[in-house]
């Protein structure tokens, strides 16, 4: 961070880490923070604030530690699917399912894409749980060893925003100039990610506009605001996302043309990393004391540090294996895994057939095993075979084709409107 050569973000250095603290947050516990239906609408559980205990606790966190985390149901999920992903217990999943009334009230019957917001110990019990049925909300809470319900029916509204800025002398005043929520913004610089590093590539005069949907209830915002459009111009040249529920069921941002914004596998399974040891063949073991290859990637990061699976998949392992120490490796689709070792711990929900989804954490950096310091030995393997990520073309997520590229286009025309007139106004914020 030091060879700015601009000035863009000389003096705001608190700001900016405080920002990217916050941007930890609510990826922590949430399997799909996008995919709201008007008709699965359920009341959201506040998320309590858990960066300060990211960084201590692993292995022996304490007991009543807990985890908001929203998941919506795949095709071809049960409900006991999600739970169990949520990190909710089998013994947890058979007392919520026995509980009077709670079947009756729509939970075993929850389609794909219905969502389910809940509150889990890491213990792998479930203190409070959320999901919409036939226009009612039905919340259950834990009372001693089993559950009590409640249902009624919902009133809510949705409330769809806009807001737009310009960059002067920094993109956190531009952000705050143009009262993008704090939780639009990070939504917004993690969706452009991919294209753009906000600390080099940004210029003055770079401008921004976003569409999104806040949920009220009675006259409060409640829940993830959910962007639906946004744009970063910067250099002159326009970057935009546009969400849309694919004929899969998933809500995925797409160019206005119908490729995909999120990429098939994460460039690392870090936020904020360096890589220490690339992959090489050969290379001096400082404990072993020989030249061995080194198939995989080493990244400094702190212990306590989140790992996130680089792609969808379901976990092959998670446990300890020799040098590796606490090792997980996921299992992507195709040919492909991953694997992350030395860890001091794992993910919530994080064992042996879980299924994850991209960007979901899934062990904490430690140096479990043959490790002089923590970091996180990172492989990427192909049939098994350990290959270099940063040296294959690796494939990208689906882009939309056919029938379905139409049906989208068509779905999106409203929201690329609004970001043209955005654009016109030329003004910091508008309603
Ligand atoms: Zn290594």
Sequence with gaps: MQGH??????????????????????????????????????????????????????????????????????RGDTVGDVLRRMGVDDADIQALVATPGVVGAGLTRLRAGQRLEGRVGDDGSLQTLAFGARGHEVRV????????????????????????GRVRDSLYDALDAAQVPEGVAEKMLDLFSGDLDFRRDLRPDDHFSVVYRMRYRDGEAVGEPQILAAEFVNRGRAYRAVLYRNAQGREEYYTPDGQPLKKAFLKSPLDNSRITSGFTLARYHPLLHTMRAHKGIDYAAPIGARVKTVADGRVSFAGWQNGYGRLVVVQHAGLYSSAYGHLAGFGPGIRKGSRVTQGQVIGYVGQSGLATGPHLHYEFRIAGVQKNPLALNLPSARTLAGAERVRFLTASRIWTARLDLLRGTRIAALD
Aim: glycine fraction near 6%.
């Design 5 to 74: 050569r601009h000035s863009l973000f000389a003096g705001i250095r608190p700001k900016t880490r405080w920002l990217l603290a916050v941007s930890a947050l609510p990826l922590f516990g949430m399997v799909a923070a996008f995919g709201v239906a008007p008709d699965t609408d359920t009341r959201p559980v506040p998320a309590r604030t858990l960066v300060q205990s990211l960084t201590p606790a692993l292995p022996a966190a304490p007991a009543e530690q807990t985890y908001y985390r929203i998941d919506e149901l795949a």
């Design 141 to 164: 809470r834990r009372v001693g060893d089993g559950f009590a319900l409640d249902t009624q029916p919902v009133a809510v509204e949705y409330q769809v925003l806009m807001r737009s």
